[in-house]
Structures are given as structure tokens and as C-alpha cells.
């Protein structure tokens, strides 16, 4: 390929000449003629003057044009359609001010010969045109004519942002808001709760039980009157009617929490757009129809509304996946004039794109529109009613819990139905209604029916309590799952790090200027030296970064050089601070000033003439061609430093004069190369410069034959012979809480790799700060914290890594190969030059480990390398914030997107956003997580520690006197009310840091575990014994009558049985501080002062236990005039018995596992 060369001496000109001057702008006169320059001038002078008439006019003159016009122009999706709308817009246009009507009407006749050129109907083209470049660039004029004509709204300034003209637009042409899905009435939640099983059986029991007592159980004969015989049943049916309200209240609260997090969602969701000349960041409610959006592969996720392709066409194209609307898979390539709807995504390329439709008058705003409005849509996805495993495990638990009621009922039934019918010789059918009356209640009793009630409190607390922790989670499940995280696969940048990065060293002209004074510019320092490169050169520098950068990034510095502002990628950020205070003049003046990049003015027209190529993962670079205005091209190149130096085979020397570009031959390749060495042990990131000059006809589409990008494909020849320019070393500092957030981790049992596209020795510096590697990760005898010098695979390469878990076949198909990975894993903490097909390596390959069932790895492993391998599946938590961690982040078992860096392809496809972009937010969620699993069981140690008492003493008592000494309506009291109120009691409970010091949590063992169980079997044999011991002693003691007499002979309520009701309550209210406590804990009441609700509801319910006992009467079946003082304090004392047991069942159990020699339970 025949290049022209432009020497050293050359830069200064070629910097001038290559920014080029538009050529004189071609008159009206011209305006038919058919070259397609003049197409674009002229078509530019019609807007443009347009534009001016338009202006002049007040800013809320009407719209030449509906909502429903260009609601239709995106449902098309024609060129015939777009000029329909122009032709009718043009139309309608507005009056100028005075003496501009024929001005004005020539426009018109322009714009409508534009119209008519590019068809206002279907087939009214010739199909040869539509295949020209003179269609092309009459859809580029009609596009930019709607948006400055039409829409007033100029493609390079964007709308104003005075709020007057935004809310002017939003009521032209609505709002870019749906109305939301129909929330569910508290009726329709009421009843939808009554459909439980359980309820429906109390619903019955509380009916018969009226209709017994009143009819069949009141002997009208003897003299006997109904009086408050119906208040046992009427206080069944109310305890079931505020079950259901409280069931019903918590799900309509759950509907207005699934509404907020949709809002939080949507702020986290920001588009760039264009107001007065400015990119602006702004959620999708906040976009009008006229503004200008901003778009990119990089950092644009779904396109928020219907918009118009604007031109000229940006180097590179851009490329939709439409598959959401179209369900294709193929990517669709965009032009100047084409419609790119709502709802797709950018993947390949960037753009501008002016908004035509939002909200209801876009396509993808019309479907969700009739979504809503459907009666029988359902599994839409907005309830969040998907049960999580820990709630399906949980409802197993009850099922089975369920099974052992019925048995026990069951058995009830028939043992009193033979003992009243077949040796007592009863005979009255109330007796039956009785037994049946008992049987249910047992039944009642048995099933925890507070158990889903506890898990959806449970969660919605922890998540609730977690977005004030910078953790917004969008799945519940991801609560529960990140208790049990073993893994934590992190990136550096932004998560590890502050994302606030700075240019703090550079190598160019064979100098190494680092700066280490903080306060000081790295350009400042470079300029203060003695050996400071030349103004040419850094006059070089500044226009190779300010070319090669993408837009979106943008950053304001002060006189001193700190960064005030920016916006975009940070590395960009950093480089564009530097330039803007190395060379003459600001980034923003070069862009704007440079043809074949700037985007603004008249020189817009020629950005078509420059060449971008994108940076991406495979590639680790990006590039971008502009012509010089002698001929020919020069291409900027910026990438990481190891690959854009091998791309190098020329150099600029120190004095560059003359011809001074010279070979780099090997011994100056290695002193670069030691310099980038030295700036990654210092950890920072190391960047290459470089540049080439390229001959008219270029084919940038060419392949390199002998060069491969970093994923093995082929190189673009433009992209190589470089003529290597400087090497520029960032500093991205570590977040001061991250070593003693990873410190956390490793006491909690989780691994932890960080997952970067640094250099090796970057990465092993800030792991190595951030205390992912310790000491023991180094060889023996090593001192430097080198890459070299670690232990075999603690860290590796991307390619190292593919090439060892990856089998080639003779076909070249690749298999995943898990021994290998097995081999890697336990060891890794680190890789280097990653890409995120390695993270979902990574991912898939923790997942299907079974390596823990390999009892002789895990000791070997243990016994050379110190290594624990978890006795259970990984689980992965992955972090993410680019659209390609999109798969890997869907792969792990919980993903983390970055809320301020990342892309919103990448929250879509999270289960928690992290707000704040910071590690420690992570460590947080997994405290969170642990304490859901802790919330739960604690709530099941208490709840089937009552269900035991209860069960064995209404059966106990069914047999001993036909009947239970706990009334219905009491243990509904005890097993709805109470444990309702317990289920959020203990729900409220706060995570503590002891919940970081144990393993995590083993998703493959029960959920109750043996100290769980000694608890509960501890307390309900405690519990018995004291309600036994009432029962069948208390009239001898206490000198008070049987309960039996009192109630069966003398039809009253009993002092007996009411005192037996007082003390089991009690002892459930004591218990539930015990409850707190899992592992053995003998300070049962550490932290519960700080837990305000916990003490607020066991004082609440202490308070209604003394009223339902003084005052409730035949309602509570308790004795008229409540209990004396006496029996209240013995009731609390049985009550407060339970906190001693607490502790000798602790002494117990540890005296048995130290007879067993077995290690205690964490």
C-alpha cells in the first residue's frame, strides 16, 4: 500500500492542514443541480434558514405536525411515510415575522420537493433511486429537516433546556410515560386470600361452631338461653377476618413496593441527550419529543423512545437488535432517515437520534399500553410473585408439618369418637359436632400458616433495608441467595477502585515523566521539567486524544487542571484532562475544529469522511481516521499498551526535526515496555499512543495477514505499522473500606477473584492493596509482589485461561473442559487481560464444579496449599457493568451491575444494582442475605416450638376430658395473632457482624438444624411439663375447680383452664426472646434495645394478652373477671422460667457434644 509520509517536520503543518476549511457554501441557484455535494449544501441551507424563520416565531407557536403524524411515521418505518410527514408539516408551517412570508414559502416548495423526491406514497419511487447514494443523502436532508424544521430542534444543539419549551413539548405531544398496570384492589387481595385451605376450614369451624352453640348445644327444655354462646365462633371468624386483612395489607404494600423500585430502576436508567449545545444526562420520563439523543455500543442499553436516524452517518454505521419487537436475531443496520423504535438496542456503532414518540404514541408504548388494559393478562412479571427456593422449600416444610396436623386430628377424631361412642354409649349428635370441633382445631394448630407470612417479611425488610445500603434488589430471591455466596467474582475498575481516574505518568521522547505530588497536573509537572518534549509534540498528543475519544466522554477542568465534571468512559475522562492542559487549546475546539470528526457547525457535513473504529474487548483498542486536507488520511490510535505496541515499528525521537520517525527496533521496544512494567507495579494502567499516515483510497476494511487482535481475529491493516508516539500511565486510587470489606469475606467464607483487563502486574498490585492477595499467594523467597512471582495459577491470563479449560477439536469446535477448570479454580484470584467471555467461563465453571465430592482432592488441596474447598455447590456472585457482562452476569447465581458506570443492558440482566459502584456494598449484601436465612429460622424455632406445645396438648387433652384445655379461638389467638406479630418481630431483627464469621450458608442441608431442634424439643417439653403440671395438679394447689367441672356442669367459663391459657402465652413471649438466639448464645438479649421493633411488638402483645384475659370474656373463653393477682404472677413466672431453660439446654447440649467429641455447631 503506497502511503505519503508526513515527517516530525511535518506534525506542525499536517496538525494545521488536516483540520481542513469548508469550502465556499453553494448558493441557491444551485439547488437543482444533481451532484450530490450540492444535495448536501444546499439541503443544509433550507433547514438551516428554515430554522432561523421558525425561531423567530414565540416559542410556543403550535407544531406543524401531530402526535398521531409521527406516532405514524414510527409505526411505518418508511421513507414514504417520513416524507408524508414533511409534506404535511411543511404545509402547516407557522408565519415568520413580517417581510420573511416569501422566504418562508420558498422553503416550503423546497422542503416539499425534498418530500416528493424521497415519495409520500407507497410505490411512487423509483426503485432505482432508492438503491442511489442521492437517496441516501435526500433521507439525511429529510431527517435533519424534521428535526430542524419540524420539530425545531437543531441536530447539533439539541432543544432548550428552559423548562417553558420542555413542558410546552410534553404537552404537544405527551409525556414519555406509560399509565402503569392496573394495581389489584384490597378486595380482590382479600379475597384471593381467603382461598386458603386453612382459613376456609376456620371459616367453616367458626360457622358451625355458632350454629352449634345456638341451636343444638342450648337445652331450651331445661331452661337453658343462648346469651354469649355465639361469641366463640363469632371470635373465629374475626381472628380469620383480620388474618386476611393483615395477608391483604401486606400484598397491597408489596404492589406499591414493586412500584417503587420500578421508579428506582428507571433513575438508574439515564440517556445522554443534547439541550443548548450540551450532553446532558437525563432519565427516560425526562426525554421529549424533539430532543437529541446521544447513543453508542458502549454505554447506551434500549432506546427509550421512537426516534429518527440523524446524519451525516457517523463512521462505523449503527447496528439495532431489534429482537425485542421483531423476535429476529439479525442485527439491522441504520441510516440517516431511518425509524429506530423504542425498546431496541444499540449494539454495533453510534449515532444521534431525534425523538419523534413517547410514551403511548411509540410502538413499544402502545403494546405495554394494551398489555395493561387487558382484563386476563397475566405472569406479566410486574407482581414480583415468583417464589423464591427458600420460599418453596419453606412451603414443603409446612406441607409436611400440615400432614403430621392431619394425622394428629385424624387421630383425635377417632379416639374420642370410640371412647364417647363405643365405651361411653353417647349418643347426642352435638357430641359429635364436638369431637369434630376438636379435631379441626388440632389441625388448625398444627399448620404454621405464619410460615410464608414470615419469608415475605422477611425479604421485603432486608431489601428495603438494603437500598439505604446502596443495594437496590430487584429480585427478592437475590436476598436469600447471596447468604450463600461462596465466591465474589469482582472487576477492579469502580467497584475496587474510585472510578476517578488520572493521568499521573508518561513516557514520550524517551522520558519518563511520572508525577507523585498529588496536587499537581501531570501536564503542569511535564511542562515545569527541563527535558519537556517540544510543543509540537505535545501539541501532537493533545490532538490524538481529543480525536480519539468518543463524545459522550466530556470533562471540565479548573485553571490548575482538577477535573470539575465529566461525563463517559473514566479512562477517556483522565485523557482528555490531559490534553486539554498539554496542548494550546481545548479538546472541545479540536473536535469541533477537525474535519472527519467534528459534529457541529459546517463542518458536520464532512464527518462522514472520517473513519471510526470502535474499542472493544477483542480488539483492546480504538482508533479514528481523518483526512488531511493534502491528501490521504491520518489514523489515531489509543489501546492498551502491550498490544498497540506490537503494532509499532516506528517511533518519533527526542529532538523530532527533519525525518526523525525511526525504527523501534527491540532494545527500545523493551525500555517501553520496562517503563509500562514499571507503572503497572505501581498500579496504575498503562496506555498507548500511536499514529499512522494512510494514502487517498484506503481500504479500511482491509485485514492485516500477519497481526491478530487480542481474540485471535484479524487485525485491520490500517491498524498496523504505527508510528509509536507515547505511553501514558492512569491512576484509578482503591476505595479505603475495600481491604477490610475482602477481609470480611475471607472470615465469612468467601472467595474472592477479581476479574480485570488490566496488565498482570496492575492487577496484581491493586489485589495485592486490596488484600485479595495475601503473602502466601507469593513463591517462598519472594519479595517483589510481582505477577512472576506467584504461585502457580493464583493468577492468569485470558488467553492462559481459555487455552487450559478449553479442548480444540480437529473441526475447531471448542469444549469446555471441567477437570481442567477443577484443577484452576481453588487456586485463582486473579486474571489479567480478561474479557467477559472469561467472566462467563468463570461463572459456568464455579457452577458445575462438583470438585467437592472429591474427598481426596479437598485434603490434598488442604493439606499442600492450604486451600478450604466448600462442601456444597459454588455460588456465584458475579459484577458487571458492560453490556457484554450481560451473559455472565445472567450465568452467576447473583449478578451485581454497577448503578452509576453501568450499562443498562447489564441492570436488566442483574438481580441487585449496586448504587454506589462499591465493593463493600456487595459485603453488605451478603450480611443482608444471612440474615434472611437467620430471620427465618429464627421465626421456625419459635413458631414450631408453640405448634408442639399446642398439638400435644390438644390432644392430650381431647383425650383426658373429650376436650382441649386450650379453646379454639385461644390458639387461633396464640398460632394467627401472636404469631403473626412474631413472624415480624423477628423478621425486624438487624444483621450483625457475627453473621460474617461463619460459613456461608449450605443450600443443600435442612434449614433446622440439630441446635435448632434441641431448642425446640427443649422449650415444648418445658412447655408441657408446666401446662401438664397446671392441668392435672393446679385445682389441688391453687384450690381453684376443675376446669373440666367448671365448664361441662356448670356452663362456665373456668379459672382453670384460663390460667393454663395465660401461661402458655407467656411462655411463647419469653420464648420469642430466646428465639433470637441460634447458636447458643447465652446473652439472649445482646443488641435487642437496638432492634425498637422488636421490643415494640412483644410489649404490644404482652398488653393485648391482659386485655383478651381481664376482658375477653365468652369472646376469648376465659373467666369472667379475668385471673387475681396471684395466678398473674405465677403465669409470669412460668413465662419467665423459659429464659433459664434456654440456658440449660445450652449447657446440655454442649456437655453432649463434648461426651461425643464432636466439634460444636458454628
Known amino acids: 500500500m503506497e502511503e505519503k509520509s508526513v515527517g516530525p517536520l511535518e506534525i506542525e503543518s499536517g496538525l494545521a492542514k488536516d483540520v481542513g476549511t469548508t469550502p465556499p457554501r453553494p448558493g ?152 402503569p398496570k392496573k394495581l389489584d384492589s384490597f378486595l380482590k387481595l382479600c379475597w384471593e386470600a381467603v382461598q386458603d385451605f386453612v382459613l376456609i376450614m376456620l371459616i367453616v369451624l367458626g360457622i358451625i361452631g355458632i350454629v352449634v352453640e345456638t341451636t343444638i348445644g342450648v337445652d331450651e327444655a331445661a331452661g337453658e338461653k343462648c346469651g354469649h354462646c355465639w361469641l366463640e365462633g363469632a371470635a373465629i371468624l374475626t381472628a380469620v377476618l383480620i388474618v386476611v386483612l393483615v395477608s391483604a395489607t401486606i400484598d397491597y404494600r408489596k404492589q406499591y413496593a414493586f412500584v417503587r423500585l420500578t421508579r428506582s430502576l428507571y433513575e438508574t436508567n439515564t440517556k445522554m441527550v443534547v439541550r443548548d449545545g450540551r450532553q446532558l444526562s437525563v432519565i427516560d420520563d425526562e426525554i421529549v419529543v424533539g430532543d437529541i439523543l446521544s447513543v453508542n455500543a458502549h454505554n447506551q ?365 527491540d532494545a527500545s521496544r523493551q525500555v517501553v515496555l520496562g517503563v509500562g512494567e514499571l507503572y503497572s507495579r505501581r498500579g496504575m494502567r498503562t496506555l498507548a499512543l500511536a499514529y499512522r499516515d494512510l494514502p487517498d483510497g484506503v481500504d479500511f476494511e482491509a485485514k492485516s495477514d500477519s497481526v491478530l487482535n487480542a481474540d485471535g481475529s484479524e487485525a485491520n491493516e490500517v491498524e498496523t505499522n504505527l508510528i509509536f508516539v507515547a505511553l501514558v500511565g492512569i491512576e484509578d486510587p482503591l476505595r479505603p473500606e475495600v481491604p477490610g470489606a475482602i477481609d470480611k469475606c475471607y472470615e465469612a467464607g468467601i472467595d474472592v477473584r477479581m476479574v480485570t483487563g488490566d496488565a498482570p502486574n496492575t492487577a496484581v498490585s491493586i489485589a495485592y492493596q486490596a488484600g485479595i492477595l495475601k503473602d502466601y499467594h507469593f513463591a517462598p523467597g519472594t519479595d517483589e509482589k510481582i505477577a512472576s512471582n506467584l ?14 479449560v478449553y479442548r480444540i477439536h480437529d473441526n475447531g469446535n471448542k469444549e469446555f473442559d471441567q477437570s481442567a477448570f477443577d484443577k484452576i479454580w481453588p487456586h485463582l484470584r486473579v486474571m489479567a487481560r480478561s474479557s467477559p467471555d472469561d467472566k462467563l467461563t468463570l461463572a459456568h465453571g464455579l457452577n458445575q464444579s462438583t470438585l467437592y465430592t472429591d474427598q481426596s482432592a479437598c485434603d490434598q488441596l488442604k493439606r499442600d496449599d492450604n486451600i478450604s474447598v466448600f462442601p456444597d455447590r459454588q455460588v456465584v456472585a458475579m459484577t458487571g457493568d458492560g453490556t457484554n457482562d450481560a451473559p455472565a452476569l445472567k450465568r452467576a447465581d447473583i449478578g451485581f451491575a454497577m448503578g452509576i458506570a453501568g450499562t443498562q443492558i447489564a441492570k436488566d440482566a442483574a438481580d441487585i444494582i449496586l448504587l454506589d459502584d462499591n465493593f463493600a456494598s456487595i459485603v453488605t449484601a451478603a450480611k443482608w442475605g444471612r440474615n434472611v436465612y437467620a430471620s427465618i429460622q429464627k421465626f421456625l424455632q419459635f413458631q414450631l416450638t408453640v405448634n408442639i406445645a399446642a398439638v400435644v396438648t390438644a390432644l392430650v387433652g381431647s383425650f ?139 410489649f404490644f402483645s404482652a398488653v393485648l394478652q391482659v386485655i383478651m384475659v381481664e376482658f375477653g370474656g365468652d369472646a376469648m373463653h376465659v373467666a369472667a373477671g379475668g385471673l387475681s393477682g396471684e395466678l398473674w404472677g405465677y403465669s409470669i413466672a412460668f413465662g419467665a422460667g423459659s429464659l433459664p431453660v434456654q440456658q440449660i439446654i445450652n449447657l446440655v447440649k454442649r456437655l453432649f457434644d463434648s461426651c461425643l467429641k464432636k466439634k460444636p455447631e458454628p
Not at 442511489?132 to 444543539?157: C, F, G, I, Y
Not at 435442612?1006 to 431448642?1015: A, E, P, V
Request: overall charge neutral; hydrophobic content about 45%; aromatic content about 6%.
Open 791 to 804: 504461585k502457580p495459577y493464583v493468577l492468569m491470563e485470558g488467553k492462559a485461561f481459555r487455552r487450559k
Open 301 to 665: 442499553a434500549s432506546i427509550p423512545a421512537d426516534c429518527v436516524v440523524l446524519g451525516p452517518p457517523i463512521s462505523g454505521g449503527l447496528r439495532m437488535d431489534e429482537a425485542s419487537l421483531t423476535g429476529e436475531s439479525v442485527l439491522i443496520a441504520k441510516n440517516p432517515g431511518d425509524i429506530v423504535l423504542s425498546g431496541t438496542t444499540v449494539v454495533q456503532g453510534s449515532g444521534k437520534l431525534l425523538v419523534i414518540a413517547v410514551g403511548i404514541n411509540s410502538v413499544a408504548g402502545k403494546i405495554k399500553a394494551r398489555v395493561y388494559e387487558a382484563s386476563d393478562h397475566e405472569g406479566d412479571g410486574l407482581d414480583g410473585d415468583a417464589k423464591s427456593p427458600l420460599f418453596v422449600k419453606l412451603e414443603a416444610l409446612a406441607k409436611r408439618i400440615g400432614m403430621a396436623g392431619t394425622a394428629a386430628a385424624l387421630l383425635s377424631l377417632v379416639v374420642n369418637c370410640i371412647r364417647g361412642f363405643a365405651i361411653q354409649k353417647l349418643t347426642a349428635g352435638d357430641v359429635l359436632i364436638e369431637y369434630i370441633v376438636v379435631a379441626i382445631t388440632v389441625l388448625a394448630v398444627a399448620v404454621p400458616e405464619g410460615l410464608p407470612l414470615a419469608v415475605t417479611l422477611a425479604l421485603a425488610f432486608s431489601s428495603a433495608k438494603m437500598m439505604k445500603d446502596q443495594n437496590l434488589v430487584k429480585t427478592l430471591d437475590a436476598c436469600e441467595t447471596m447468604g450463600c455466596a461462596t465466591t465474589i467474582c469482582t472487576d477492579k475498575t469502580g467497584t475496587l477502585t474510585t472510578n476517578k481516574m488520572t493521568a499521573r505518568a508518561m513516557y514520550i521522547n524517551g522520558t519518563d515523566f511520572s508525577c507523585t505530588d498529588p496536587a499537581v497536573a501531570l501536564a503542569d509537572f511535564v511542562k515545569s521539567t527541563e527535558d519537556r518534549p517540544n510543543d509540537r509534540m505535545m501539541e501532537l498528543v493533545s490532538k490524538l486524544i481529543s480525536i480519539n475519544t468518543m463524545d459522550e466522554t466530556t470533562v471540565d477542568i479548573d485553571p490548575s487542571g482538577k477535573i470539575m465534571a465529566s461525563t463517559g468512559n473514566p479512562t477517556e475522562v483522565a485523557l482528555l484532562a490531559l490534553a486539554s492542559t498539554l496542548g494550546p487549546t481545548t479538546y472541545r475546539d479540536i473536535r469541533e475544529s477537525t474535519r472527519g470528526r467534528s459534529d457541529k457547525g459546517e463542518l458536520s457535513e464532512f464527518l462522514v469522511e472520517g473513519k471510526q473504529f470502535q474499542f472493544t474487548s477483542a480488539r483492546k483498542m480504538m482508533s479514528w481516521a481523518v483526512p488531511l486536507i493534502q491528501g490521504g488520511y491520518r489514523i489515531y490510535c489509543k489501546g492498551a499498551s502491550e498490544v498497540l505496541l506490537a503494532r509499532c515499528n516506528h517511533h518519533l525521537t527526542k529532538e523530532c526535526s527533519g525525518n526523525d520517525v525511526v525504527e523501534l527496533n
Open 28 to 179: 441557491l441557484a444551485e439547488m437543482v443541480a444533481s451532484s450530490l455535494r450540492s444535495i448536501q449544501s444546499v439541503g443544509s441551507a433550507i433547514v438551516n434558514a428554515v430554522f432561523t424563520k421558525v425561531a423567530a416565531n414565540p416559542w410556543n407557536a403550535p407544531f406543524a405536525i401531530t402526535p398521531k403524524d409521527l406516532g405514524d411515521l414510527s409505526t411505518e418505518r418508511t421513507h414514504w411515510a417520513l416524507g408524508l410527514v414533511l409534506d404535511k408539516a411543511s404545509r402547516n408551517l407557522p408565519p415568520t415575522l413580517p417581510g420573511q412570508e416569501e422566504d418562508l414559502q420558498n422553503a416550503k416548495i423546497r422542503i416539499q420537493s425534498l418530500a416528493k423526491r424521497i415519495g409520500t406514497s407507497e410505490g411512487g419511487v423509483d426503485e432505482k433511486y432508492l438503491k442511489s447514494e442521492a437517496h441516501k443523502h435526500d433521507m439525511e436532508l429529510a431527517a435533519n429537516a424534521l428535526a430542524t424544521v419540524v420539530l425545531r430542534s437543531k441536530p447539533e444543539e439539541g432543544i432548550s433546556n428552559e423548562k417553558s419549551d420542555i413542558d410546552f413539548r410534553r404537552e404537544s405531544f405527551g409525556t414519555n410515560a406509560i399509565t
Open 960 to 1098: 383426658a376430658y373429650a376436650k382441649s384445655p386450650l379453646a379454639a379461638i385461644q390458639l387461633l389467638w396464640v398460632n394467627l395473632i401472636m404469631d403473626a406479630l412474631a413472624s415480624l418481630a423477628l423478621a425486624s431483627e438487624p444483621p450483625t457482624d457475627e453473621l460474617l464469621k461463619r460459613d456461608p450458608v449450605n443450600r443443600s442441608k435442612s434449614i433446622i438444624t440439630t441446635r435448632m431442634w434441641w431448642n425446640m424439643l427443649g422449650h415444648a417439653v418445658y412447655q408441657l411439663g408446666v401446662i401438664f403440671f397446671i392441668l392435672f395438679a393446679g385445682p389441688s394447689i391453687w384450690g381453684f375447680q376443675p376446669g373440666d367441672y367448671v365448664e361441662k356442669v356448670l356452663k362456665e367459663n373456668s379459672i382453670h383452664y384460663t390460667f393454663i391459657f395465660n401461661s402458655f402465652v407467656w411462655m411463647q413471649l419469653f420464648n420469642e426472646m430466646n428465639a433470637r438466639s441460634l447458636h447458643g448464645e447465652f446473652n439472649v438479649f445482646r443488641g435487642i434495645l437496638k432492634n425498637h421493633l422488636f421490643c415494640g411488638i412483644v
